[in-house]
């Protein structure tokens, strides 16, 4: 029986749709799974773009389907990716969650696997508390939460400055954008997408 999986994001300098890809990669090694690479809708006009010099970074994921928030039931395993805007999600990501309500209204996605990840341009930037403020979106909404287990040895590299926590995968993009993330942290990324696509499939073979 396959296992369907959601990864929907939003990235402005592609930090965050790096480690969405290497998350839907770890998806994909778990046997029957279908994974779904969205992007959530732009809400910033093209001259603000232009000023962030956001542009030509999005012209790398532009390929990325538009994610349909009508869509999330369809889905085993969501995992939600943004990256931080003062501890908690971009307002893009939140006015994808806020087009939900209808699933919240018949309980279509109380069961699914639900689990976060983000990108801050700081190592202390609120990594954990923006993948928190994900969270209480599933717990809302009836799912199960997953993070990453500290069976990811990567969790524990004291090595190098790292992003990756039990909440879930992370990048430090640098304060100009100008750090990508690292082979350690698309360890991480893969491993989140591996372990919610493994429960998932538990989950639904039950």
Same mark, same amino acid.
């Given at each position: 029986?396959?296992v ?5 994001? +939003? ?5 965050v +749709? ?9 998806a %994909? ?8 690479l969205?992007?959530?809708? =732009?809400?910033? /006009?093209?001259?603000v773009? =232009? *000023? ?6 999005? *012209?790398?994921?532009? @390929? ?5 928030? @009508? ?8 995992i ?5 805007? +003062? ?7 939140q006015?994808?969650l806020?087009? &939900?309500g209808? @699933?919240?209204? *018949? ?18 930037? !609120?990594?954990?508390t923006?993948?928190?403020?994900? @969270?209480?979106f599933f717990?809302?909404? !009836? ?6 287990? +500290?069976?990811?040895? =990567?969790?524990?590299?004291?090595? =190098?400055i &790292?992003?990756?926590?039990p ?7 640098? /304060? %100009?954008?100008? %750090?990508?993330?690292t ?6 990324a893969?491993?989140? !997408? ?5 429960i998932?499939a *538990?989950?639904?073979?039950?």
């Amino acid at each position: 029986m396959p296992v369907k999986i959601q990864v929907v994001f +939003y990235s402005l300098y592609t930090h965050v +749709y790096q480690l969405a890809e290497a998350i839907a990669e770890g998806a %994909r090694e778990v046997p029957g799974a279908e994974v779904l690479l969205a992007q959530v809708a =732009e809400t910033l /006009p093209t001259e603000v773009l =232009e *000023k962030m010099g956001a542009v030509e970074t999005k *012209k790398s994921f532009a @390929h990325v389907p538009i994610a349909d928030p @009508h869509a999330l039931s369809d889905a085993d395993g969501i995992i939600l990716g943004s990256p931080t805007r +003062y501890g908690a999600a971009t307002a893009q990501m939140q006015a994808f969650l806020d087009a &939900t309500g209808g @699933h919240w209204v *018949k309980g279509a996605l109380i069961g699914k696997v639900g689990s976060a990840f983000t990108s801050t341009a700081s190592q202390h930037g !609120g990594q954990e508390t923006t993948i928190v403020h994900m @969270h209480t979106f599933f717990y809302h909404q !009836g799912m199960v939460v997953a993070g990453v287990p +500290y069976a990811a040895k =990567e969790l524990s590299n004291l090595d =190098e400055i &790292t992003g990756g926590s039990p909440y879930g995968a992370s990048t430090i993009a640098g /304060p %100009r954008g100008e %750090r990508t993330p690292t082979a350690n942290e698309l360890a991480i990324a893969r491993f989140q !997408g591996r372990h919610v696509a493994q429960i998932a499939a *538990k989950l639904a073979a039950r």
